[in-house]
């Protein structure tokens, strides 16, 4: 599909069938709102003229409220930064430094952020009066989960976002789409752009909102496709709820898809088509399988399509138009190589005629899709006093993907009493510095490390 | 210790360790209902293979997910049986 010029430009241009004029297009928690007042209205009380040329961050608490606002200031502002739930305030500190963020778009009116300029976005959509200023390429800047430092800002185009994106047969039949995913993160962009750009509406999910009441409101609008990672469609077949939808399709992505969860959503939705797709913040979207099957056809690499699959050295490595741009701040090195290949990070193995995924090669856990830095935590260990050294690496779960483990090396050995108690006081020292995700599920007291050659303890993917 | 209770006690612990209250611990509890999210329920998981040496969710890749604390019980009962027959039939190979 070409890309639009905007969204904005896209929506106003394409025709209104009356079937939109009719329904909502997007679905929120708590309200709706219909094609046409998205193309026309405004949810910043008519400023966005104000934040023309700047580099806005969208810091809405309300996923919904935020999608309003990237709808309204593509084409406007220089440069969005979709600013994620979860962010700190020390990191948010960083990320408006580093993307020299000069006007913050916001749904509270506490103002800690010190930016001169800040608008209050609202879900209620209101009428514009000023015509649209001259459109411009606007940056696209994701965070991804970084080190300790702080996340990685990402820089795409509406054009890399939407590379990937088909525009649907004349007289397919209708689709509502539903992604766990926030919107505000890679996975859950690429579905509100399908959305988008196919016309197709969207039930937007909730910040924290439970997974048996999103549901419960996917199946209301009758939901026909529905994208999320493994944990999520584990924790979705855990809810009461998962028997009242009833899609045609079943997206996965954002971790590996195993075989459990691929065998056991075609059993449980055995009309569905369901698919797992590879696809990361600074990759792009890069395939997807629908066989059923874990890993991926070895035939896709070097196979010729719109994007260049390379295993090399165990590395899966990508190159297409889907791809991020650059890094913003000071790590803007290594996104792309010399041939345009994103390096992915991903550790793949070949057995057979097929893929396997085995994890990162740089040791990072993906608990539940959110990326764990086994430096950090062991850190937070060392810390306490009968620590000698520590090494924590992921153990496999059937609920989240991947777990933290941690292996434990004690000045001296425990005494019979004191390994529970040693434990509880490790655990309880993660849990003051650490995010829940991060501290460990079990630890385990071992005599010794391996260290690797250059004095660093070995890691494995 | 019978598996429902090395499953409850675990629960507790696990509830307890994440400052969570929970309900009273009936079998048609609603597992995600029950303060523990999915992270929670992944631990418990990760623990319970280290008391019970099962994971009845890895060991058949075609386990229905469990919605209720009943479900999850049943789930780690039966592994527990089959891992019980399983060892028996080794012993009188011996």
Redesign the interface.
């Known amino acids: 599909m070409n890309a639009p010029q905007t969204l904005r430009a896209w929506l106003r241009n394409t025709q209104i069938r009356e079937s939109d004029r009719q329904e909502p297009f997007l679905w929120g928690p708590s309200g709706s709102i219909g094609l046409p007042r998205l193309a026309h209205g405004t949810c910043l009380g008519g400023r966005a003229r104000a934040l023309a040329g700047r580099s806005v961050l969208v810091a809405a608490a309300d996923p919904f409220a935020a999608a309003l606002a990237l709808i309204e200031l593509d084409g406007v502002a220089r440069r969005l930064i979709l600013c994620t739930p979860d962010l700190g305030s020390t990191h948010r500190r960083g990320v408006i430094e580093k993307a020299a963020v000069d006007a913050v778009v916001s749904d509270d009116d506490q103002d800690e952020d010190g930016v001169g300029l800040r608008i209050r976005v609202s879900a209620h959509v209101t009428d514009a009066v000023d015509p649209p200023g001259a459109s411009r390429d606007t940056e696209w800047v994701l965070l991804t989960s970084g080190t300790t430092s702080g996340p990685k800002l990402v820089v795409h185009t509406l054009s890399s976002l939407t590379a990937a994106i088909r525009r649907a047969p004349a007289g397919a039949p209708d689709v509502v789409w539903g992604t766990f995913y926030d919107i505000r993160r890679y996975g859950g962009l690429q579905i509100f752009l399908r959305a988008v750009l196919g016309r197709h509406s969207l039930v937007v999910s909730g910040a924290r909102e439970a997974a048996g009441r999103y549901l419960a409101r996917l199946a209301e609008r009758r939901v026909t496709h529905v994208s999320g990672t493994p944990s999520h469609w584990r924790r979705a077949l855990m809810s009461p709820e998962a028997r009242t939808i009833e899609p045609r399709y079943i997206r996965l992505s954002g971790e590996i898809a195993d075989q459990p969860i691929l065998n056991a959503l075609r059993s449980f939705y055995p009309k569905a088509r369901v698919a797992h797709a590879f696809a990361s913040t600074e990759a792009g979207v890069g395939f997807e399988v629908d066989d059923g099957l874990e890993g991926f056809p070895a035939s896709l690499v070097s196979a010729s399509g719109d994007v260049a699959i390379d295993v090399n050295d165990g590395l899966l490595r990508l190159r297409s138009a889907r791809t991020a741009i650059a890094y913003l701040g000071e790590d803007r090195t290594g996104l792309a190589d010399a041939d345009g290949f994103v390096d992915t990070g991903d550790v793949v193995e070949r057995r057979g005629d097929r893929y396997y995924f085995l994890g990162r090669r740089n040791g990072t856990i993906n608990v539940g899709g959110l990326k764990v830095y086994p430096e950090e935590i062991e850190a937070a260990i060392n810390r306490h006093p009968a620590v000698r050294m520590s090494r924590v690496r992921g153990r496999a779960s059937p609920i989240t993907g991947s777990l933290v483990a941690a292996d434990v090396v004690l000045h001296a050995p425990p005494g019979p009493d004191e390994d529970a108690s040693f434990k509880r006081e490790i655990l309880q020292v993660c849990r003051e510095q650490l995010a829940g995700h991060k501290v460990p599920a079990t630890i385990r007291f071992v005599p010794s490390l391996d260290l690797a050659a250059a004095g660093k303890l070995a890691r494995h993917a | 210790m019978s598996v429902r209770t090395a499953v409850i006690s675990e629960v507790r612990q696990v509830a307890a360790?994440?400052k969570k209250t929970l309900p009273p611990l009936i079998d048609d509890l609603?597992?995600?209902?029950s303060g523990l999210d999915?992270?929670a329920?992944?631990?418990l998981?990760?623990?319970l293979e280290?008391t019970l040496g099962v994971?009845p969710?890895?060991e058949?890749?075609?386990?229905?997910?469990?919605?209720t604390l009943g479900d999850f019980i049943r789930l780690y009962e039966r592994a527990a049986d089959a891992q019980g027959v399983a060892s028996q039939h080794a012993d009188s190979r011996v």
């Open positions: 360790d994440q609603v597992l995600l209902d999915s992270l329920i992944a631990v998981v990760a623990r280290e994971d969710f890895t058949s890749s075609d386990a229905a997910y469990p919605v």
